[in-house]
Every structure is written in C-alpha cells, then in structure tokens.
C-alpha cells in the first residue's frame, strides 16, 4: 500500500466534518500546476504506512474526528485502496475521495459498495487538453465514463476547478461545463504558484480574484451550484 503521509485533526474542505488526511503517493497523470508535486514524482521519498498503523492510528482519534479524507497523488491506483476505505468506514468513519477521476472502475466500486461520503473531482481543463496534462497518452473515454459516474450517483460529490491561467480560460470553462452538465455542484479554486511542479509555472501570475469570480459565473450555467474558493 502506498500511504505515505498522515496529517492530525483539519476541516479539509470536507463539508461539516473534523478529518484526518492519508495521502497516498504516485500519480497518472503529472500536471504542471499539481501542488504535491514529489508525491507525484518522488513518492519513493517516503516510507510507506502499513494499514494496520493507519488503522489504530485512526481508531484512537474517533473522539476527536468524524471523517478521513484520502487524497494524494491519485489514490485510485493503489489496489489496496478500496480496501483500506472498507476497513475506515467500519470503524465507524466518514470517508472523503480526493481523485482525477480516471480510474471509473474504482469509483464505481466505491459507489456500488457505498463507501464513500464525498468525492472531490479534479477537474483540471477542457477535455480536450488533457493530454497536456502528462507525458503519456489520457484516456478520454475513462474520463467522460467517471464523469457520468459523479454526475448520476445520489454521492455528494463536487467537480473541482484550479484555476490556472494557461488552462482554465473562458473557452476551457464553456467546454468542461458542456461535458458535466447537470451536475450538483463545481468548485472554482484559486491558483497558488509557488508550488507548482513545474517550476516555470512557480514564477506566473495568479488570476485576480475578480476573474476567478467570472469563471465561475460562467460555469454557473451548467450545474445546479457554483462556489469559489481561495480568493
């Protein structure tokens, strides 16, 4: 199992809840802007947690937290992953998925088996412009299958927005908007530069907030609920 890290007690980002956070190191795709970026590369940088620590670790802590986000890298990837959820919701435990939503067998899996509570889905630019995002092929196919997964499951669940000026235009949004049409709820978030993975793009600037503020309006003709955050 790929766990590498393992942060206390945090809000996360995970709606109404106190969470602990497990990331889980390696990654499909390597996206210039991505702001974990040696989990990413590097994920050999540190040591693996046993799922049994992680589990005691977890059990200990019930009083203090509701849930545990898993996030990363991509955690889909890592086969123990569904496994390791199972194990987090029967101790009693909210769980919250962080992932790129290029692994739709896993999410359905999730899905079928209800174990999950809320997804986070990155979605990172138009469709079309994912083979920017890595130096392998992206398959689209995959992509589009877990974005109707998200779309039509009763999972609360949000598709998630960076806002980085070189991928995130007004066209960008009018595109990612037709392929998640009807869904529940998408979150435009800022851009923080100072670590991103490609270095190059440490030393751009960020949107002003007033334009992250019109790309989410603009998203707002897809779904049901827009929301912004980090401006």
Wanted: net charge negative; charged share 25%; proline share 6%.
């Amino acid at each position: 199992m790929r766990v590498k890290g393992f942060q206390g007690t945090s809000l996360l980002d995970f709606p109404g809840r106190v969470a602990s956070l497990i990331f889980f190191g390696g990654c499909n795709l390597t996206c210039s802007f991505c702001h974990n970026p040696t989990l990413v590369l590097q994920p050999e940088q540190y040591p693996d947690y046993p799922r049994q620590v992680l589990l005691d670790e977890l059990n200990k802590r019930i009083p203090f937290i509701d849930g545990v986000v898993i996030s990363g890298g991509e955690p889909t990837l890592d086969p123990d992953c569904i496994d390791l959820i199972h194990d987090i919701k029967q101790l009693g435990l909210a769980v919250k998925l962080d992932t790129n939503g290029l692994r739709p067998d896993v999410l359905e899996t999730l899905f079928d088996r209800e174990l999950v509570d809320y997804v986070g889905f990155d979605l990172k630019t138009a469709p079309g412009r994912y083979g920017e995002l890595h130096s392998g092929p992206v398959d689209l196919e995959a992509l589009g299958r877990s974005i109707g997964l998200m779309r039509d499951s009763g999972v609360d669940c949000e598709f998630r927005t960076t806002c980085v000026p070189k991928f995130v235009a007004s066209d960008d949004v009018e595109r990612m908007g037709q392929a998640i049409n009807g869904a529940r709820k998408w979150v435009f978030q800022q851009f923080m530069p100072g670590h991103a993975l490609d270095e190059a793009l440490q030393e751009d600037e960020a949107y002003a907030a007033d334009e992250v503020r019109r790309l989410a309006d603009l998203g707002s003709a897809f779904v049901d609920e827009v929301m912004v955050r980090g401006v």
